[in-house]
């Protein structure tokens, strides 16, 4: 009989396990209720050592770490380094423990905007003060970067893929990344893309810009400036994967051109239609034709240098090279008024001139046609100096001769002579200088010449006119 009520209370225990266990109620609910309306439940509290250490945590079965997917603890410790654990929850996966997050962990998760609390709608506006890695295994050490993004393999750009793939949706859209002072909101760059926009042509535009702005000038002369730097190591190409080493910037297009700036200047010495101050080697187009002679300038490539504005000849200019001359008949004087001549004499005889500048290569050229006595003649040009420095003329001539340089009277001797020399001398700076040779004719003899003397620019002997262009 004992064995029998032994049996049947074993029996009944067997049940009870492999039914549902039930604490403080006779109803329970699941493999394990636990009732209570003043207690909780008390998990076992350990010490960790590490997010990928089991340890001190061993399998009650196999007497080793090798512990069941789902083993909860709390952890008492606090550790530091790339696996470092707090106090807080943990349950056991595959090779590690998983932190259990709670409210508290707000700066470890996304949050809303302007709050610590964390985002629970797909609209939500959120934010997070630590870095954000994509990409990156979990055993990195660190973020390079407030945004990491790690790829195995990078992702060329296309139509329908790329690392960052930033789309609109609208006709005519555009796409930016901006990048915004937080000290002053009126200062930002940034890069913009835009569709189908209209720049001219009747086909579909896209345009990608690169900008800065700021609240300040937007001219260059004053306040402040927005630049653009594309800085490199070696050449920047365009259109070209392979620029040349010897050139900064190298142009693949090979149906397209350059176009420089176009400008209006008002003569050569304008530094003011240029924002501001003219860097030497500086080119613009000019577009206007402006000035008076010898400061005027016309349409074509000017460069700055020595102060001024220097005009590119071309092979169109090359018939400019020589000197224009002015031949006037007037009545047989002395010493006749420059002034008289320039204003209110008649020009009888005017030409292009490229030979020396002596009557024995020039008279028959430039004298008045059956004209012996009583004439002038003015000889023009224009001279670039290479090398600044002091020039040094001189003169011979019967009758009176003169040289100006920029309207300054350099050396000349305005009277009835029979041969004499004279020289002088004038300091040229680098660029171009208006030359103005006068010869009058009195009576007699019809002789002068125009001479080189010691000078920066190497230049000797009679003067030629192809030293000269006209403008």
């Given at each position: 009989?004992?064995?029998?009520?032994?049996?049947?209370?074993?029996?009944?225990?067997?049940n009870?396990?492999?039914?549902?266990?039930?604490?403080?109620?006779?109803?329970?609910?699941?493999?394990?209720?636990?009732?209570?309306s003043?207690?909780?439940?008390l998990?076992p509290r350990?010490?960790?050592t590490?997010?990928?250490?089991?340890?001190p945590?061993r399998?009650?079965?196999?007497?080793?770490?090798?512990?069941?997917?789902?083993?909860?603890?709390?952890?008492?410790?606090?550790?530091?380094?790339t696996n470092?654990?707090?106090p807080?929850?943990?349950?056991?996966?595959?090779?590690?423990?998983?932190r259990?997050?709670?409210?508290?962990?707000?700066?470890r998760?996304?949050?809303?905007?302007?709050?610590?609390s964390?985002?629970?709608?797909i609209?939500?506006?959120?934010?997070?003060?630590?870095?954000?890695?994509?990409?990156?295994?979990?055993n990195?050490?660190?973020?390079n970067?407030?945004?990491?993004i790690?790829?195995?393999?990078?992702?060329?750009?296309?139509?329908t893929?790329?690392?960052?793939?930033i789309?609109?949706?609208?006709?005519?859209?555009?796409?930016?990344?901006?990048?915004?002072?937080a000290?002053?909101?009126?200062?930002?760059?940034?890069?913009?893309y835009?569709?189908?926009?209209?720049?001219?042509?009747?086909n579909?535009?896209?345009?990608?810009?690169?900008?800065?702005?700021?609240?300040?000038?937007?001219?260059?002369?004053?306040?402040?400036?927005?630049?653009i730097?594309?800085k490199?190591?070696?050449?920047?190409?365009?259109?070209n994967?392979?620029?040349?080493?010897?050139?900064?910037l190298?142009?693949g297009?090979?149906?397209?051109?350059l176009?420089?700036?176009?400008?209006a200047?008002?003569?050569?010495?304008?530094a003011?239609?240029?924002?501001?101050?003219?860097t030497?080697?500086l080119l613009?187009?000019?577009?206007?034709?402006?000035?008076?002679?010898?400061?005027?300038?016309?349409?074509?490539?000017?460069?700055?240098d020595n102060?001024?504005?220097?005009?590119?000849y071309s092979t169109?200019?090359?018939?400019?090279?020589?000197?224009?001359?002015?031949?006037?008949?007037i009545?047989?004087?002395?010493?006749?008024?420059?002034?008289?001549?320039?204003?209110t004499?008649?020009?009888?005889?005017s030409?292009?001139?490229?030979?020396?500048?002596?009557?024995?290569?020039?008279?028959?050229?430039?004298?008045?046609?059956?004209?012996?006595?009583g004439?002038?003649i003015?000889i023009?040009?224009?001279?670039?100096?290479?090398?600044?420095?002091?020039?040094?003329?001189?003169?011979?001539?019967?009758?009176?001769?003169?040289?100006?340089?920029?309207?300054?009277?350099?050396?000349?001797?305005?009277?009835?002579?029979?041969?004499?020399?004279?020289?002088?001398?004038?300091?040229?700076?680098?660029?171009?200088?208006?030359?103005?040779?006068?010869?009058?004719?009195?009576?007699?003899?019809?002789?002068?010449?125009?001479?080189w003397?010691?000078?920066?620019?190497?230049?000797?002997?009679?003067?030629?006119?192809?030293s000269?262009?006209?403008?």
């Open positions: 009989m004992k064995k029998f009520y032994i049996i049947t209370l074993i029996l009944s225990f067997t009870l396990i492999n039914a549902q266990v039930g604490i403080n109620t006779e109803n329970p609910e699941a493999a394990l209720d636990i009732t209570s003043n207690s909780g439940i998990i350990v010490a960790l590490s997010k990928i250490e089991a340890a945590v399998n009650p079965n196999t007497q080793d770490n090798n512990l069941a997917n789902g083993t909860l603890v709390y952890n008492t410790a606090t550790t530091t380094g470092a654990v707090q807080s929850f943990y349950y056991w996966q595959d090779t590690q423990w998983v259990v997050n709670s409210e508290l962990d707000f700066d998760d996304w949050a809303k905007t302007n709050s610590t964390r985002a629970s709608n609209s939500d506006n959120i934010y997070t003060n630590g870095k954000v890695g994509i990409g990156i295994g979990q990195q050490s660190s973020l970067g407030t945004l990491h790690y790829e195995a393999t990078g992702t060329p750009a296309s139509a893929n790329g690392t960052i793939y789309e609109h949706g609208n006709t005519s859209g555009t796409s930016s990344i901006v990048f915004p002072s000290f002053d909101p009126t200062d930002y760059g940034y890069i913009a835009s569709d189908d926009g209209s720049t001219g042509s009747t579909e535009n896209g345009l990608l810009e690169i900008g800065v702005a700021n609240d300040g000038a937007t001219n260059g002369n004053i306040g402040d400036r927005d630049n730097n594309l490199t190591g070696n050449s920047v190409g365009i259109n994967t392979n620029p040349s080493i010897s050139a900064l190298d142009l297009t090979t149906n397209q051109g176009l420089i700036n176009r400008v200047l008002t003569s050569t010495v304008d003011s239609t240029v924002a501001g101050t003219e030497d080697g613009v187009y000019n577009t206007a034709t402006a000035g008076t002679s010898p400061q005027n300038v016309t349409e074509g490539f000017y460069f700055w102060n001024q504005w220097n005009r590119l169109k200019d090359v018939a400019n090279t020589g000197v224009q001359y002015y031949s006037y008949d009545t047989p004087q002395a010493s006749p008024s420059i002034n008289t001549i320039r204003y004499e008649t020009i009888d005889k030409g292009y001139y490229t030979g020396l500048l002596n009557s024995a290569n020039a008279m028959s050229t430039m004298q008045p046609t059956g004209v012996e006595d004439f002038v003015k023009t040009g224009t001279y670039e100096v290479k090398t600044s420095g002091t020039f040094n003329f001189s003169l011979n001539s019967d009758d009176g001769s003169r040289l100006y340089i920029d309207g300054s009277l350099v050396v000349g001797a305005w009277n009835d002579s029979s041969g004499n020399t004279v020289s002088g001398a004038t300091n040229l700076a680098k660029g171009k200088h208006k030359f103005e040779f006068w010869f009058y004719e009195n009576s007699g003899s019809q002789t002068f010449s125009f001479s003397g010691t000078n920066p620019d190497g230049n000797s002997g009679v003067i030629n006119a192809q000269f262009i006209i403008e």
